[in-house]
């Protein structure tokens, strides 16, 4: 999902379950990963630009000779017609298949849930069978999205939730929004609310369990989904690993897309040339080609190679004779034409740079927090079609959500569905001003271009599990039913996981909030505990009332109201990101 030449380890992991899984071991984590809200940091410097999201398919293909022979020639013949900067050379088609060829050799296939797939519909199936007046249906969603378990439901209120602290002395929930300067955007956190993870332990072997007492609006008389989900859990953790492994940022440099030409000189003046050849590969490709003194990108033009006398002449003739539907493209037309500019190529062989770039963070034996969630879209013949999402993140600063996973756990009478994803990129560095030429061929950006790389898309078939970094925005695509005449859905289970090393507050810390589990406790407490406590002797109505007001609980009612604020919240979070982060443009002014 990367149009730019440059190749990293992807941070897309996907898995069909079908025996493909992508993890190993590594080393420890002591280090941060990037935020979505880490605004001006993140788009100038700290992430790695990641690879294309790969078909897992493609990898059994990869092992037949006559699929790959096929493949290279229909590669090259596809080339004949393509226009200049957007044709590829034989150099970057052998690249693109020998990097095939290693992320087929990255794979390991022992992976797969296969066998408690049935058992977690099942229980999933216990959740969805109550009567139409209890299904939670999601606000705004015209009825169609169905949530059985999500995280904006008693949700954390600063100000009104009680937090117990490692010393069991119970507190109001608080934000420390200081501490979250230090992190990243605090003006991205929220003052208010934040979604509730659980505390799940992780074994050498990769095993989790549950550590914390309960799921966040999961009721603990869904025995069965409370071992599930940590047994789903754990077919993740590999997959987080290779995430947080792609994005950490230590021992590699921190600088992304175009301004790695820029790190060649920074290195040379710390006085470390030999490390130059060590990254050189992970150059982008026309800073592979050649660089000014500076160790800047270089304009395709060399030093004196542009005939402006010929410019002229063609632009009084209005470029006449060069294609294009006006005289702009005429002009761009004429650009590529000229025998002077030097096009960027791959390298003649491929070094292993993916190979030598593979890291996989380590999980194991340690504590890691998610927010889990179960949700379903049902579509039906009177509501055919869902609308599809809009472009966010996961969560606020303060929930700090580095990661999704999502499984699709089951689908039905739906058409195709993708989910897209995209991220912001920082201004290439540009040769002088109005280098516009340059900038369209080398990076694609135009003056007053929306600094967003679109990453591609995933199509979500059911038994698919993905799991990508909260550096990208995502969206959900619109599908519809099939079968007009009968219903259709789609069911996931998802987790965000939280930055490893920052502890968030968790249901280790806060009690359930919900008036009726409180309600049902004190009621089997006076069933079983009859004449233990003067509690039991009061009137159901007032044991309620009581409940009703004790501190740290809400009713169904104050937590729907809370959702509703939290959603219009994230909506504004979302839209003021997209403007200010997402709607960022190329000035290309020398000012």
Same mark, same amino acid.
């Given at each position: 999902m990367?149009?730019?030449p440059?190749?990293?380890?992807?941070p897309?992991?996907?898995h069909?379950?079908?025996?493909? =899984?992508?993890?190993v071991t590594g080393?420890s984590?002591?280090?941060?990963y990037p935020?979505p809200f880490?605004?001006?940091n993140?788009a100038?410097?700290?992430e790695?630009?990641?690879?294309d999201i790969?078909?897992?398919k493609?990898?059994?293909?990869?092992?037949?000779?006559?699929v790959l022979?096929r493949w290279?020639e229909?590669?090259r013949s596809s080339q004949?017609?393509e226009?200049?900067d957007?044709k590829l050379?034989?150099?970057m088609?052998?690249?693109?298949?020998? $990097?095939l060829?290693?992320y087929?050799?990255l794979?390991?296939p022992?992976?797969?849930?296969?066998d408690?797939?049935? &058992?977690?519909?099942?229980?999933?199936?216990?959740?969805?069978?109550v009567?139409e007046?209890?299904?939670?249906w999601?606000p705004? =969603?015209?009825g169609?999205v169905?949530?059985?378990v999500?995280?904006s439901l008693?949700c954390l209120?600063y100000g009104?939730? @009680?937090v %117990?602290?490692?010393?069991?002395n119970v =507190?109001?929930?608080t934000?420390?929004?200081?501490?979250l300067?230090s992190?990243?955007?605090?003006s991205f &956190?929220?003052?208010?609310?934040?979604w509730?993870p659980s505390?799940?332990?992780?074994?050498?072997?990769? !095993?989790v369990?549950?550590?914390?007492?309960?799921?966040n609006n999961?009721h603990?008389s869904n025995k069965?989904?409370?071992e599930?989900i940590p047994?789903?859990?754990?077919?993740? /953790?590999p997959?987080f690993?290779?995430?947080?492994g792609a994005?950490?940022?230590?021992?590699?440099p921190?600088?992304?897309?175009?301004?790695?030409?820029?790190h !060649?000189?920074?290195i040379?003046?710390?006085g470390?040339?030999d490390?130059i050849?060590? /990254?050189?590969?992970?150059?982008?490709?026309?800073?592979? /080609?050649k660089?000014? $003194?500076?160790g800047?990108?270089?304009?395709?033009w060399g030093e004196d190679?542009r005939d $402006?006398d010929?410019?002229?002449?063609?632009e009084?003739?209005?470029?006449?004779?060069?294609p294009?539907?006006n005289e702009?493209?005429?002009?761009?037309?004429?650009?590529?034409s000229?025998p002077t500019? #030097?096009l960027?190529d791959a390298?003649?062989?491929?070094?292993g740079?993916?190979?030598?770039?593979?890291r996989v963070?380590? @999980?194991r034996?340690?504590?890691?927090q998610?927010?889990?969630?179960l949700?379903?879209?049902?579509l039906?013949?009177?509501?055919?079609?869902?609308?599809g999402?809009?472009w966010h993140?996961?969560?606020m600063?303060?929930?700090?959500?580095?990661?999704?996973?999502?499984y699709y756990?089951d689908?039905?009478?739906i058409?195709?569905?993708?989910?897209q994803?995209?991220?912001?990129v920082?201004?290439p +560095?540009?040769h002088?001003?109005?280098?516009s030429d340059c900038m369209?061929?080398l990076y694609?950006q135009?003056r007053?271009c929306?600094?967003?790389?679109?990453?591609g898309a995933?199509t979500?078939?059911?038994?698919?599990? @993905?799991a +990508?970094?909260?550096?990208?925005q995502h969206c959900?695509s619109p599908?519809?039913?099939v079968d007009?005449?009968?219903?259709g859905?789609?069911?996931i289970l998802?987790?965000?996981?939280?930055e490893?090393?920052?502890?968030?507050?968790s249901?280790?810390?806060?009690?359930p909030q919900?008036v009726?589990w409180m309600l049902? +406790?004190?009621?089997d407490s006076?069933?079983h505990g009859a004449?233990r #406590?003067?509690?039991?002797? @009061?009137p159901?109505?007032? %044991?309620?009332?009581?409940?009703?007001?004790?501190?740290g609980l809400?009713?169904?009612?104050e937590a729907n109201?809370v !959702?509703?604020?939290?959603?219009?919240?994230r909506s504004?979070?979302?839209?003021r990101y997209?403007? $200010?982060?997402?709607?960022?443009?190329?000035n290309m002014c020398?000012?």
């Amino acid at each position: 999902m990367d149009s730019s030449p440059k190749r990293k380890i992807n941070p897309m992991v996907v898995h069909d379950f079908s025996g493909n =899984s992508t993890g190993v071991t590594g080393d420890s984590l002591p280090f941060r990963y990037p935020h979505p809200f880490i605004v001006r940091n993140y788009a100038e410097h700290d992430e790695p630009p990641p690879n294309d999201i790969e078909d897992i398919k493609t990898q059994e293909k990869m092992k037949r000779p006559d699929v790959l022979a096929r493949w290279q020639e229909e590669a090259r013949s596809s080339q004949q017609n393509e226009r200049l900067d957007r044709k590829l050379t034989e150099n970057m088609i052998n690249y693109v298949f020998a $990097e095939l060829e290693a992320y087929a050799k990255l794979a390991d296939p022992k992976s797969g849930i296969q066998d408690i797939v049935q &058992a977690l519909m099942t229980a999933v199936a216990r959740l969805e069978d109550v009567p139409e007046a209890q299904k939670d249906w999601h606000p705004g =969603s015209n009825g169609q999205v169905l949530d059985l378990v999500h995280p904006s439901l008693y949700c954390l209120v600063y100000g009104r939730s @009680l937090v %117990r602290d490692a010393q069991g002395n119970v =507190s109001v929930a608080t934000v420390d929004l200081q501490q979250l300067r230090s992190v990243g955007d605090a003006s991205f &956190a929220s003052e208010r609310y934040a979604w509730l993870p659980s505390d799940f332990a992780v074994d050498e072997d990769g !095993r989790v369990r549950l550590s914390s007492p309960y799921i966040n609006n999961l009721h603990k008389s869904n025995k069965e989904l409370y071992e599930i989900i940590p047994t789903v859990l754990s077919h993740f /953790i590999p997959m987080f690993e290779r995430v947080l492994g792609a994005i950490d940022k230590t021992d590699r440099p921190r600088t992304r897309g175009p301004f790695l030409g820029n790190h !060649r000189a920074a290195i040379t003046s710390r006085g470390d040339p030999d490390k130059i050849q060590a /990254i050189e590969e992970y150059l982008p490709l026309p800073g592979r /080609i050649k660089s000014d $003194e500076d160790g800047d990108l270089a304009c395709f033009w060399g030093e004196d190679d542009r005939d $402006e006398d010929a410019e002229a002449a063609a632009e009084e003739n209005e470029f006449e004779g060069y294609p294009g539907g006006n005289e702009e493209e005429r002009r761009f037309a004429w650009v590529l034409s000229q025998p002077t500019i #030097t096009l960027p190529d791959a390298p003649e062989v491929y070094g292993g740079a993916l190979e030598r770039d593979f890291r996989v963070a380590n @999980l194991r034996g340690r504590t890691v927090q998610c927010i889990v969630k179960l949700a379903n879209i049902h579509l039906t013949p009177e509501k055919p079609e869902y609308p599809g999402g809009n472009w966010h993140v996961e969560g606020m600063i303060n929930e700090r959500i580095v990661a999704t996973g999502i499984y699709y756990l089951d689908s039905d009478n739906i058409s195709e569905s993708k989910l897209q994803f995209r991220t912001t990129v920082a201004e290439p +560095f540009y040769h002088e001003q109005d280098d516009s030429d340059c900038m369209k061929v080398l990076y694609g950006q135009d003056r007053d271009c929306e600094l967003v790389q679109e990453r591609g898309a995933i199509t979500t078939s059911a038994g698919l599990a @993905l799991a +990508f970094p909260n550096i990208y925005q995502h969206c959900v695509s619109p599908f519809r039913l099939v079968d007009p005449t009968r219903p259709g859905h789609r069911k996931i289970l998802a987790f965000f996981l939280v930055e490893p090393n920052q502890r968030v507050p968790s249901t280790s810390d806060v009690a359930p909030q919900q008036v009726d589990w409180m309600l049902e +406790f004190t009621h089997d407490s006076t069933v079983h505990g009859a004449g233990r #406590t003067r509690f039991g002797t @009061l009137p159901v109505e007032l %044991r309620k009332l009581i409940v009703e007001k004790t501190d740290g609980l809400m009713t169904a009612k104050e937590a729907n109201r809370v !959702r509703e604020e939290l959603m219009k919240e994230r909506s504004r979070n979302v839209q003021r990101y997209n403007k $200010e982060v997402m709607g960022l443009t190329f000035n290309m002014c020398e000012h």
